[in-house]
């Protein structure tokens, strides 16, 4: 299959990116800018392109025609959005106009409708008091990042109510752990945060309220598969909506006593006063594992932890999680 990633320079894109091609299919990344880019594998195509530009995206042949497309190209966090909202309706839902509308010109050239898998978030939920938040619970953003992507998510379905594409929207809590040449770097997430600590890069972790905030996090791998098996069963003419988690609660403190077991050494902390946050945010992925048969074996917060402490501080030892095999090709859906 022919598959464009967009995002292919940022954490999760690039995993994506070299499972793809691992697993035989023929990938272009896309990212913005190219200094930046890291090392894919072999055969990858990098072309350059922002998405606000659109001769940008005609000079990146993105209209050529693609099988697949997988969009993780976006802005993402929601604390930087409050103060930035144009920035990020302009980067998550303009950008994502013009991405559909050169996959449309390719798709008339070419006659093949794509298979669009579109990177969402949980964020689209907002403040929710449920146990775990289903893909039926009413979106109701709370910030400019969940409402961006969700206005994102309202465009893809009525593209794909055209028949011009077939879209699967994941949305996923938060990704973490790491793979070879795949770091999370974003020292504003906790994982990442936490062990700059551990390693003597930071000299304290701020806890916001009493740290037993529940959260929950999924392997990158297992969220790269996601991508790979939501391609398959994307359909021209549909659109279907899936969360993508581990279904386990985890909190700060949580986090922090992992940290400290893998490091061989306490996470030195303070505690700060609450943020208006959700104080659970769990979301329910049985629909996912039901229908297209995705699981999470590698989303323990033990082994998220311990991959993101060996990756990200030199050669990972004997054990640590790598990409997986290569894989049977996924049948075209087109």
């Not at 022919?2 to 999760?12: D, M, P, S």
């Not at 794509?114 to 939920?125: E, K, L, Q």
């Not at 794909?160 to 752990?177: E, K, P, Y």
Request: aromatic share 6%; glycine share 10%.
């Amino acid at each position: 299959m022919r598959v464009l990633v967009t995002g292919a320079a940022g954490f999760i894109g690039g995993v994506v990116t070299d499972m793809l091609a691992t697993a035989g299919h023929q990938v272009t990344a896309m990212v913005r800018e190219p200094m930046t880019t890291p090392r894919f594998a072999p055969d990858v195509e990098v072309v350059a392109a922002d998405l606000l530009d659109p001769r940008q995206l005609a000079a990146a042949g993105v209209s050529r025609g693609f099988e697949g497309v997988c969009h993780l190209a976006a802005l993402t966090r929601v604390r930087e959005s409050r103060l930035d909202p144009v920035r990020y309706f302009q980067t998550n839902l303009t950008g994502t106009i013009n991405l559909l509308a050169a996959l449309e010109e390719g798709a008339e050239h070419t006659g093949v409708a794509p298979a669009f898998v579109f990177g969402s978030t949980c964020a689209v939920y907002g403040n929710v008091d449920l146990a775990r938040i289903p893909e039926t619970c009413p979106p109701d953003p709370a910030n400019p990042y969940g409402t961006s992507k969700f206005a994102a998510e309202r465009l893809l379905s009525h593209q794909a109510g055209t028949g011009l594409l077939g879209a699967v929207i994941l949305r996923s809590f938060n990704v973490a752990g790491a793979v070879a040449g795949h770091i999370d770097r974003d020292g504003s997430r906790i994982i990442p945060a936490a062990i700059a600590v551990a390693s003597g890069c930071r000299d304290v972790f701020r806890v916001n309220g009493d740290g037993l905030a529940l959260r929950e996090y999924v392997h990158v791998v297992d969220m790269a598969t996601a991508y790979l098996t939501a391609l398959v069963a994307a359909r021209p003419g549909h659109c279907a909506v899936f969360n993508v988690g581990s279904g386990v609660g985890v909190s700060v403190t949580d986090v922090l006593a992992a940290v400290g077991r893998v490091a061989g050494r306490p996470v030195r902390r303070v505690h700060c006063p609450p943020v208006s946050e959700p104080r659970t945010l769990i979301g329910d992925s049985t629909r996912i594992r039901a229908d297209l048969g995705w699981s999470s074996p590698a989303s323990s917060i033990d082994r998220i932890v311990a991959d993101a402490w060996r990756w990200g501080r030199g050669p990972a030892p004997a054990g640590a999680t790598a990409l997986p095999p290569r894989q049977r090709i996924a049948p075209s859906i087109t």
